[in-house]
């Protein structure tokens, strides 16, 4: 399928200095951005795209997103959340090992691999489990894992709390060269914490999960990165402390790389009001301060990347009181216009805010993704930075309709997605 992108303009983040959003064509053959500009010899255009008055830039990368298969397909299905992620251009993203079973062995993740490329959409990413079932005690067969196509390991929401496994951990991931995703959280000082620790929690009666939660497991995770040189990508911040303790750990030159979810990007614990369960989110929302610490890490690079952390719930999940409530919110459709918005209200560059969903997190994984270029990969997303959509339940094809961005107004609509080439998504001018 060839296809002819005409009249958008294009934005590559990866590459700022070849003079961003230029309006240019895009041709695409064999999968690939065959050229840009102008038409390669003999081109002839199976279908044309109009994307005048639009941007086309590179399919968003997000590094994490569950897909809730196998074992919670009543959440939500690989079908329905690839369907998600098209629709809110993201080609490229990571999921989570903590499905039932466990990504803790190859063929599971052969078999997750197996039905998300017979889908042909977005391309999944695993994460094997660090440690087995998730539990904190044996570590994986992280060769097998990784030649099963895990491109890291991780403990999702589980910490470890022996200190032993996860120095184990980090000297096998470090012979071997592979990445270990870590979440910065004391297992014990974050037990049972409910809502960030503050005025906010103590006024509204529920139990907090202190600063200090992230701050000590960032100290011990820095100490046995010295120790063994393992190559360590932290995800989630949420404190201005936590970003403070990054920006030193990358000053000193430690191999390590880190994320927020594009819910930190906005909201704070006093959105929560009268403990509204869409709000229910882990790591939990923190004050102000953090917010603005977050941005501010954003701004200067000490964060490299914004992901969804996409988690579908039931509804039923969120109908239950704030403390009981099923933390997690859908996010692979709002990915975009949240980094926009952002980018609008920071006075940050277009250009810099997409880097931070496209070539740093591909740049995270070591994948190719996230660039315009004549030979690479053709995962495209275009879209309308002038339209604004609003946030409601059938807005979403995600089978999870809880968020807390319900009945926002939000700039940055997607009208097409191209993944491989192929267009896997497209939106008529007239619905939103």
């Known amino acids: 399928m060839k296809i002819h992108i005409q009249g958008g303009t294009l934005i590559d983040p990866a590459n700022v200095s070849a003079g961003t959003e230029t309006q240019q064509d895009v041709y695409i053959a064999d999968g690939k951005i065959a050229a840009l500009g102008a038409a390669p010899a003999g081109f002839h255009a199976d279908r044309t795209l109009d994307a005048k008055g639009l941007m086309v830039a590179p399919g968003l990368v997000d590094l994490s997103a569950r897909l809730r298969e196998p074992g919670y397909e009543h959440k939500a299905t690989l079908d329905s959340e690839m369907n998600a992620a098209l629709a809110g251009g993201v080609t490229s993203l990571v999921c989570p090992p903590d499905t039932d079973p466990v990504l803790d062995e190859a063929g599971l993740v052969e078999m997750l691999k197996y039905r998300a490329g017979k889908l042909e959409r977005a391309h999944v990413y695993p994460l094997g489990a660090l440690t087995v079932g998730l539990k904190g005690d044996v570590i994986t067969e992280m060769v097998s894992l990784t030649e099963a196509g895990c491109i890291g390991f991780t403990q999702a929401d589980k910490p470890i709390a022996d200190t032993q496994v996860l120095l184990r951990a980090l000297q096998y991931a470090s012979t071997y060269g592979y990445a270990v995703w870590l979440r910065p959280q004391d297992a014990y000082l974050a037990k049972g914490g409910v809502a960030a620790s503050g005025a906010l929690a103590s006024r509204l009666g529920l139990s907090g999960v202190p600063v200090s939660a992230e701050t000590i497991a960032l100290f011990t995770l820095f100490e046995l990165m010295r120790v063994t040189g393992a190559r360590v990508h932290v995800q989630h911040l949420s404190s201005a402390a936590g970003v403070e303790l990054m920006r030193a750990a990358k000053a000193e030159g430690l191999p390590v790389t880190c994320d927020v979810t594009a819910n930190h990007v906005h909201l704070i614990d006093m959105d929560i009001g009268y403990f509204d369960a869409q709000f229910r989110l882990d790591p939990p929302l923190r004050q102000q301060r953090d917010r603005e610490a977050i941005r501010a890490g954003l701004a200067d690079g000490t964060i490299d990347a914004i992901c969804s952390q996409h988690t579908p719930v039931d509804d039923d999940e969120k109908l239950l009181p704030f403390a009981e409530a099923t933390p997690g919110a859908s996010g692979l ?93 497209e939106r008529d001018a007239g619905h939103h």
């Not at 609008?344 to 969903?357: D, H, M, N, T």
């Not at 994948?367 to 604004?388: K, Q, S």
């Not at 609003?390 to 807390?404: D, M, W, Y």
């Open 333 to 425: 459709e709002l990915l975009l216009s949240l980094t926009v918005k952002w980018a609008q209200e920071a006075g940050v560059p277009l250009a810099k805010a997409l880097a931070r969903i496209t070539s740093a997190p591909a740049g995270v994984m070591r994948r190719e993704a996230g660039r315009l270029a004549v030979g690479a990969p053709a995962d495209l997303c275009v879209f309308d930075t002038n339209a604004h959509w609003r946030v409601e339940p059938r807005a979403l094809k995600s089978q999870g309709h809880n968020t807390p961005f319900l009945g926002y107004e939000l700039p940055a609509v997607v009208r097409a997605t191209l993944v491989a080439g192929r267009i896997g998504f």
